[in-house]
C-alpha cells in the first residue's frame, strides 16, 4: 500500500505548557536532521501533530530512522483521500481487506479538523462503519480494545486513513535540556549514557582522547563510527578529538604507577570542563558505573572530580554490567565497541592501580607536572568535526582485521 504522509504525535513534551513552542520547534528540527537523506519530503509541525507528506518516498525507510528520534510518542502512515464520503469509504475497504483475518473486530475513529465538511465525526463513523460491514460482512465492531482502530482525519487540505500506531523513541527532544560533552571512549558503556542523556533531551557533543602512536587511525575511526551509531536520534553530532599523547607519556615517565590511572583521568576531566566552558556546555556526562573497573571506585571518583565544579552526570552508575549491554546492543553499539582496537583508557594501563587513591597525594604527585603547558598544547591540537547519519568509517579491512585479533 502506497503511503502519501505519516503522522507524528508527541510524546512527552505535549505536557511542557509555556514551552510547548520551543520543544516542538526543536523536533522539528531535529526530524528534518535526521532525515536529510530523503529529499522530497515536505515536514510541517503544528501544535499537535507533525506531518510529513512522502512524496514518493519510501515509507518504511522512513519510518524506520523517524522512529529513533526523541520526543516521539507514536506515529501512523496514512493515505490521503479526496475530501468526499465516497473516496473515503472506498479507500478504508481497501484498507480493510488488505489487513483483515478471521476473528477480527474494528472501529472507526474520526477527528474533524474541518468542521464545514458535511459529515460530523459521528456520522462518518457510522457511514464508514456502515460501508465496511457491508463490504465484509463477518468483521465484527468493538468499541472497546479492538483489533482495528481505522483513524480518520477531515483536515482542511483532504481526508487521511490510518490504521497503523508505530511506538516512537519516547523521552524529549535532543537539545531541549541543554548541551552536554559525552567523554567517548571506544568501550560498551558511554554510547550508552550518551544514548540516555540523549533520550532526556541533551545535546551532546563527543570528547575523544586519542594517543598516536599508541592508538590507531582505527582506534579513532571506532569512536567515530559509535558517534554516527547514535546520530539517528538526532541528525548529526559533533566530534571533538583531544591529543593526548603528551601527557600520558608524561605522567608515565614522572609519576608512581599506582597514581597513573587517577592521574590521567583528572587530566581527562580538566580537559573535558575546559571544552565545555568553552563550547557554552553545561555538563560533562561519561559511562562510569560504580565498582566495575579501578577508576570507578567511589574513592576515585572523588579523586578525579577534584579537578573542576561542572557537574559530571553519569546515566549508567547503578546499571548492572548486563543492563548495559542490553542497551548497546538495543542501539547498535555493542559488537563495534567490543572490536579490539586500543584506546588511550587501555594503554599504559598500571599493573596494579589505586582503587582507593588518597586525594592528597593526587595533587601532591599532578603538582610535579607542568599541568598549564600540558593542557594548554592538548587543547591547541583539538579537531572538531560533525558526523552526520550514514556516515562511514570502518572499512571491511578493519572489520576483518578486528575479527582476526
Do not use: W
Not at 504525535?9 to 526543536?26: A, P, Q, V
Not at 469509504?89 to 474533524?112: D, H, L, P, S
Not at 558505573?289 to 577534584?306: C, F, H, K, R, W
Request: proline share 4%.
Amino acid at each position: 500500500m502506497q503511503y502519501t504522509e505519516i503522522m507524528v504525535r508527541y510524546g512527552e513534551l505535549s505536557t511542557k505548557g509555556k514551552n510547548r513552542k520551543s520543544f516542538i520547534d526543536r523536533l522539528d528540527h531535529n526530524v528534518r536532521q535526521a532525515l536529510h537523506n530523503f529529499d522530497n519530503l515536505v515536514i510541517k509541525a503544528s501544535r499537535d501533530r507533525m506531518h510529513i507528506q512522502l512524496n514518493g518516498e519510501d515509507s518504511d525507510l522512513v519510518m524506520e530512522q523517524l522512529s529513533k528520534v526523541f520526543g516521539i510518542q507514536n506515529f501512523s502512515p496514512s493515505i490521503k483521500v479526496d475530501k468526499s464520503l465516497e473516496a473515503v469509504q472506498a479507500m478504508a475497504i481497501e484498507m480493510m481487506k488488505e489487513i483483515y483475518q478471521e476473528g477480527m473486530t474494528f472501529k472507526v475513529n474520526t477527528r474533524r479538523q474541518d468542521h464545514d465538511f458535511a459529515y460530523d465525526t459521528n456520522e462518518m463513523n457510522m457511514e464508514v462503519g456502515g460501508a465496511i460491514l457491508e463490504a465484509i460482512p463477518d468483521l465484527k465492531v468493538q468499541m472497546k480494545d479492538p483489533d482495528i482502530i481505522l483513524r480518520v482525519e477531515v483536515r482542511l487540505n483532504g481526508i487521511f486513513l490510518s490504521y497503523k500506531k508505530i511506538d516512537g523513541a519516547g523521552g524529549l527532544p535532543v537539545g531541549t535540556a541543554g548541551k552536554g560533552m559525552l567523554m567517548l571512549s571506544g568501550g560498551i558503556d558511554s554510547p550508552v549514557a550518551g544514548y540516555l542523556a540523549m533520550k532526556r533531551g541533551v545535546d551532546i557533543e563527543m570528547v575523544h582522547f586519542f594517543s598516536p602512536p599508541y592508538t590507531s587511525q582505527q582506534a579513532l575511526n571506532k569512536a567515530k563510527a559509535l558517534t554516527e551509531k547514535l546520530t539517528p536520534y538526532v541528525g548529526r553530532i559533533r566530534f571533538i578529538q583531544v591529543p593526548f599523547t603528551e601527557i600520558q607519556e608524561t605522567v608515565k615517565e614522572q609519576l608512581p604507577s599506582g597514581y597513573l590511572m587517577t592521574v590521567q583521568r583528572r587530566f581527562m576531566l580538566r580537559l573535558t570542563a575546559e571544552i565545555a566552558k568553552r563550547r557554552h556546555g553545561l555538563a560533562i556526562f561519561n559511562g562510569e558505573a560504580l565498582g566495575q573497573v579501578a577508576s570507578q571506585t567511589m574513592e576515585s571518583m572523588a579523586a578525579i572530580n577534584d579537578v573542576t565544579t561542572m557537574p559530571v552526570i553519569r546515566p549508567v552508575v547503578s546499571m548492572d554490567k548486563n543492563e548495559i549491554i542490553k542497551i548497546a546492543q538495543d542501539i547498535d553499539t555493542f559488537d563495534l565497541s567490543v572490536m579490539p582496537f586500543e584506546d588511550c583508557c587501555t594503554i599504559f594501563a598500571p599493573p596494579s592501580p589505586k582503587t582507593k587513591p588518597r586525594l592528597d597525594k593526587a595533587r601532591e604527585y599532578e603538582a610535579r607536572l607542568d599541568v598549564d603547558g600540558l593542557m594548554q598544547r592538548a587543547l591547541d591540537g583539538i579537531e572538531i568535526s560533525e558526523i552526520k547519519v550514514g556516515d562511514e568509517f570502518m572499512n571491511d579491512q578493519a572489520e576483518a582485521f578486528a575479527e582476526l585479533l
